[in-house]
């Protein structure tokens, strides 16, 4: 009745609201349907995205699922497909280096796949996702090639070639080893017929024939003297029994004997050709063998030494280089420091002698200041003057003289006189002295200067009679000429 009394527009938003639900849990149904996916048996589905943590506590870049199913969060996580089909690779390996330096062909096939194992599965998941099939062959072919050369370099051409089991199964070891780190196994290995270029492995192969050869000829010739030996038991029983048959007997056990020989001499000639003929070969082998070894090593040597010489010539070069920088540098500067310091001199020179020159100019300056108060002193008579400055500059004269002989110690004084023309001659040089004064006085008038007053004075009448004396003690000196 509740029902029935409602408004037919409460009714109709009631229905919508229903509507809308069933919609959502539709599209939730639809959506969670969408994004369940399950994982085939010969792929493996790589979730990536935001995928939880591993145990140590780091987050996890993918999350590899190898069958059933799995959700994928919208948003947040996605996800792709490994391939678990095999890959077939075929590796012609040539010219591989053996233990005893001998170059085989290995021609092989390996067959690989994606690994299931949980950590080598991630690794394939971290490493060949986004690759395509094509690459991750390519990839495993160079994997399989290094390892198979570093595998033969440590095995003999015997083994090898004779014990396949250990050779598959260093192989195997190596190989998948290598291929787990990026998230492959190795399924199948399949090696064919081995061969070298130096005919090492066919000379083996003769070897053993010759030995078998051999081993039947000893049979055969081991059964004839079987047969040789029953045959002279008959004889001997015969030569026994019958004695006329002696002779027969013996020429039939001497037959025997050159036949047993013969056979015998050729087994050992046999014997003997097998045997060099597979020295030969190993002679040649060998000797192959360490001509390609000698090649090696000089062409090694003399690219070692072609990168010795390059360096040797590159580091004297630039050591050249740098020290021809550097005097060029040390040059510079030397003459850098020769030019400032000239300056510097010459600066100094022309300053010391401008100071020298300011200095002498006035110390002229007063002096000649100072002598024209002297001569304005004296009423502007010069003469006087100066002989004022010589009063004034006689007692420091004396004062030297006096200095300069003061420390002679004279003892006594012995004068010697010769008595020339019956006059003493310390009286004549003191008469020529005051002989001088007259000329003296003379030579100081011509000068426009006087006698001091202390050496006394001239007369007339002594000056013109000293005059011609003078003149004719002059004439007296001059040298005569013939």
């Given amino acids: ?284 082998a060998q000797a192959r063998a360490n001509e390609e070894a000698y090649k090696a090593e000089q062409q090694a040597e003399i690219e070692r030494a072609k990168r010795e010489r390059a360096t040797l010539e590159a580091d004297v070069l630039v050591n050249a280089e740098i020290q021809k920088r550097k005097v060029e540098i040390e040059a510079e500067a030397e003459a850098e420091r020769i030019r400032r310091r000239a300056q510097g001199e010459a600066d100094a020179q022309y300053a010391k002698r401008l100071a020298e020159a300011k200095g002498q100019l006035e110390l002229l300056s007063k002096q000649a200041e100072g002598f024209g108060k002297i001569i304005s002193a004296t009423g502007g008579k010069s003469d006087d003057a100066v002989k004022m400055l010589i009063a004034d500059k006689m007692q420091n004269l004396v004062a030297m003289q006096v200095e300069a002989i003061k420390n002679i110690k004279i003892d006594k004084v012995t004068v010697w006189d010769s008595m020339k023309d019956g006059s003493p001659t310390t009286a004549n040089f003191l008469s020529g002295m005051l002989g001088a004064v007259p000329p003296l006085n003379e030579l100081f008038k011509m000068n426009g200067m006087e006698l001091p007053a202390y050496l006394g004075k001239v007369t007339d009448a002594n000056a013109q009679a000293s005059l011609p004396e003078a003149k004719s003690a002059q004439s007296d000196k001059k040298p005569k000429t013939k």
């Fill in 1 to 284: 009745m509740q029902l029935l009394s409602m408004s037919p527009g409460l009714t109709g938003g009631i229905i919508a609201i229903v509507v809308v639900a069933v919609l959502l849990i539709i599209i939730l149904i639809a959506m969670f349907a969408t994004r369940y996916k399950k994982c085939p048996s010969d792929k493996v589905m790589v979730i990536y995205g935001k995928v939880g943590k591993a145990a140590d506590g780091t987050a996890r870049s993918a999350k590899c699922i190898h069958g059933g199913a799995a959700f994928i969060v919208p948003f947040v996580q996605a996800y792709s497909f490994l391939d678990l089909t095999p890959i077939s690779i075929q590796v012609d390996l040539k010219n591989a280096l053996s233990r005893q330096n001998i170059r085989i062909d290995v021609p092989s096939r390996f067959t690989v796949g994606i690994s299931t194992e949980p950590g080598v599965m991630q690794n394939a998941a971290e490493r060949l996702r986004s690759l395509p099939r094509d690459e991750i062959q390519r990839l495993a072919e160079d994997i399989i090639f290094g390892q198979l050369r570093l595998i033969i370099a440590t095995m003999d051409i015997e083994e090898i070639n004779t014990d396949r089991d250990k050779f598959l199964e260093a192989v195997s070891i190596n190989v998948e080893g290598e291929l787990k780190k990026i998230g492959l196994r190795l399924i199948n290995v399949n090696v064919t017929d081995i061969n070298d270029e130096s005919g090492y492995i066919e000379a083996l192969g003769k070897e053993a024939a010759a030995k078998v050869i051999n081993d039947a000829k000893k049979s055969v010739a081991e059964k004839s003297r079987d047969g040789s030996i029953g045959e002279a038991n008959a004889h001997r029983d015969e030569r026994i029994q019958v004695a006329a048959a002696n002779s027969e007997a013996i020429d039939g056990e001497n037959k025997s004997k050159v036949l047993v020989s013969q056979s015998n001499a050729r087994l050992r000639e046999a014997e003997a050709e097998a045997n060099r003929v597979a020295q030969s070969a190993e002679f040649i």
